[in-house]
């Protein structure tokens, strides 16, 4: 069975958590109410019942209750323990700059052209990062799905492709695995993004073009499944970037992050209709946490007015002074300030 994962380890005890103190509610509740409904029927003579048999009901009552009491007692210990003994504080501004969607665009562009996917674009976005001396995590696809076709085109065909990445990579940008084809289309491949074979051969096929290790992995869609989750941790990724968790947390020495913040959204997709939320609220969405991630798709950067608006709002980073990360600087800082840390630690930010 396919779970998707949207919750961390902390929220799911407190789920159960709340979960015991309404049974313990319930519970006093029917004890109380065994007892008076005794006295009353008892007293009007309406029923007979033994005495002895009242009070082992409620001795069994008393029983599940204490029980219940000690699972709750227990649980909430258990939380503590998590948030006190794994706690990790990110008490700095920190910026984590994602791009996602880098595949074989040469070979596919008589597809993918008309929704920005050409190297300009690309380009475009980077180019802006380059002015501001900001280096981005780059979410890679060693094989793009064209539903059209049914078919599989491989990134290591495009050779303008693999050397504007490794122009990048020379710069300090991340090089990280977006999925295995980004198909996430349950009618034609739903299964393609999880399965062992897919997740661990499109590591080695990345790894092999460009010749590093890859470290990072994004989930295509946000869509994060449990078969998926353990594939991925499976395969040597330390970081898991952009999943659909509200927060991050360390996962057995896998640090995941919560979603990134997206200020361009697809209003119609084929009428290539890709709005951007007012600069306003870029702001404000980066002043409310303390571990900000920025994602972007630099296809949707379809005008010069979005472009200058992301030129502004990385300006005003800048002058903020926050620290700029990819997500492997952010595993390394994490690791380095665990100070003996072991277990899930959870980034409250």
Known sequence: MRWVIDLDPVQIYRIVSYIL?????ITVFLFFFVKKRYNLRKSRRKLELKENYQKRRRKSILIILLILLFAFV???GFIYYLDKSTLIKVDEKIVIIEIDDYWNVNDTSEYFEKFGYTIKDYKEVSDILDKHGFVASLGITPYIFVEQTRENF?????????EYLK????????LAMHGYNHCINVDYCPKYEEVW???FNGKLELENIFEKQFITYFPPGNTWTTEQHENV???????????????AYFDKGVIITQKGYNPIYVYDWYALDFRHTPYEEWIEEYEKKNLFILQLHSNTFDSQEKLDELDKFLEYIKEDDAKIMTYKEF????????QGLTGQAIIKT
Not at 167 to 174: M, P, Q, T, V
Not at 331 to 338: L, V
């Open 21 to 25: 103190l309404i049974l313990i509610i």
């Open 331 to 338: 595993y390394d800082y994490i690791e380095n300030r665990k």
């Open 233 to 247: 941790k499976k395969a040597g990724f330390l970081i898991i970037g952009n999943a659909n968790v509200p927060r």
């Open 167 to 174: 122009e990048l990579d020379e710069k300090g940008y991340e």
């Open 74 to 76: 227990f649980v909430k």
């Open 154 to 162: 491989a990134l290591r065909d495009d050779e303008e492709m693999i």
């Open 197 to 199: 074979y897919n997740v």
